[in-house]
């Protein structure tokens, strides 16, 4: 199993985010600033089994807005999950 960590523009996380919950992913929204200007972003996390981490990654290039040639539209972390449970 991965975690998948997204921080993404704010005005692209409900495509992303519909996308995402329409091929059965579940998603974790957090609201969070970063950036030169404090622009507003949102970070998505996603418990994804290993098999399933390109296809969510591929959703999410799929549904960003494209980007000026030298901004980049998502930043995407994927870490190894050695244990997992649900209480």
Known sequence: M???VAILKDSDAD???GALTAGSYRVTRIASTGGLLRS???TLLLGVKDERVDSAI???REKTTP???DEKRC???VVPVERFEQL
């Open 75 to 77: 930043t995407v972390f």
């Open 15 to 17: 495509n992303v985010i």
């Open 67 to 69: 980007a000026s040639s």
């Open 40 to 42: 507003g972003n949102t």
């Open 2 to 4: 991965k975690m998948i």
């Open 58 to 60: 591929q959703l999410m």
